[in-house]
């Protein structure tokens, strides 16, 4: 009878410890759930090898057009169209909204374009490439003067589509919106380019007592989160 009982026992116990382990899994899950699962960590931007260095020698500058836009006060970035020739993309430096102008080759107004779901802390490049048979235009709002933004973001829109060599004016959905930060801590930055075969972003950095840098981030193909 002794043994019986200890055998009983010993089944009974099984389930009540099943249960009690299950109750524990789900107080951890639930837990999660009410506090909220942290964010993911934001991609980084990792620096290039370094090239060897080159000799820079730069021709003389001729002045091509005035833009006929009174709206753009202090063009920061340029980027040729995808999609119509003869087109040309750029934006304002900090203090703006988040704004692309159009112009074409003798400087006249093709049009403003607002970034809908995009902020302006301080854009300073923006790239076209082309990629899966679709234009793009990628925003780098990357300005960091004084080296201490925590973060800085791209924005990519779909280049609008072009009829009779014109742009027809009209907001902008965003295509990808990605924060990253940089490996090494925050980098003024002013300078970004798109590699689509390898899907990198490249942003070069801007100092006035050192070398500058270039870095490579993955391009963004879907909107994330601010």
């Known amino acids: 009878m002794t043994a019986s009982s200890s055998s009983d026992a010993g089944l009974r116990r099984g389930p009540c410890r099943r ?10 899950l639930a837990a999660q759930c009410l506090c ?6 934001k991609p980084l931007a990792k620096p290039l090898a370094a090239a060897p260095a080159a000799p820079i020698a730069y021709g003389k500058g001729t002045e091509l057009a005035k833009l006929a836009s009174q709206a753009v006060k202090e063009s920061s970035g340029i980027a040729c169209s995808r999609s119509a020739p003869g087109v ?6 900090s203090g703006s909204q988040p704004v692309l102008y159009a112009f074409g080759m003798k400087g006249e107004d ?5 970034v809908r779901e995009a902020a302006a802390v301080d854009w300073e490049d923006v ?9 793009f235009i990628l925003i780098a709002d990357v300005g960091d003067n004084n080296t201490k933004r925590s973060d800085c973001t791209i924005y990519i829109v779909k280049e609008p589509k072009a009829s009779n060599g014109r742009m027809r004016p ?9 924060g990253f930060v ?8 002013e300078s970004a ?29 879907r909107k994330t989160p601010a």
């Open 36 to 41: 909220g699962a942290p964010p993911p960590a």
């Open 88 to 93: 040309f993309w750029t934006h304002n430096d």
């Open 19 to 28: 249960r009690v382990a299950g109750m524990i899994i789900f107080a951890v």
């Open 182 to 189: 940089y490996e090494g801590g925050p980098r003024n930055c």
């Open 110 to 114: 093709l049009g403003a374009f607002t």
């Open 127 to 135: 790239a076209s490439y082309s990629l899966k048979g679709q234009n």
């Open 193 to 221: 380019a798109v590699d689509p075969v390898r899907r990198e972003i490249v942003l070069v950095s801007k100092t006035f007592d050192g070398a500058c840098n270039a870095y490579a981030l993955p391009l963004p193909e």
């Open 170 to 178: 009209s907001d902008l959905q965003l295509a990808a919106r990605q």
